[in-house]
């Protein structure tokens, strides 16, 4: 099975339910297929990951930057610990464009830093960009 027929699976964290429904709604709308995993916190996402190694591997691991408890840089710095993540890709979605921020997350291993939309279309932009990380 080539990496485009396998299925999707999408592990997302984000405090915030709104953005996390709004985008899982636009994911799934354009590819119903999609199996996501989501999650209300790093914490929860990271245990997940870190936990039985007969989960499905992610095609796509998604955290939001700010975050109680562990944000999305030290998150990254966890999945580092573990090989099984290294060829995933991870991206980090955040409201905040400062440099430092970006700077961060792409030093602590993140495959791009991404600005949370404002507007649906926006977000079904978003959706597209992030199933195309699935299949690179």
Known sequence: MTKTDSPIHIVMADD?????????MAIQSIEPGVQ???????????QYLMGDDSIP????????????????AQLLLSLNEDARYSSTPKIILSTSNAPLHIEECLNNG???????????????????????????
């Open 36 to 46: 996501l995993h989501l999650f209300s916190n790093g914490i929860s996402a990271l």
């Open 110 to 136: 993140a495959t791009d830093y991404l600005i949370k939309p404002f507007h649906l279309q926006e977000c079904y932009d978003l959706a597209r960009k992030l199933l195309r990380f699935c299949r690179a």
């Open 16 to 24: 915030d339910a709104e953005d996390l429904e709004l985008l899982q």
């Open 57 to 72: 591997t992610p095609s796509l691991i998604v955290f939001d930057y700010n975050m109680p408890q562990k944000n999305g």
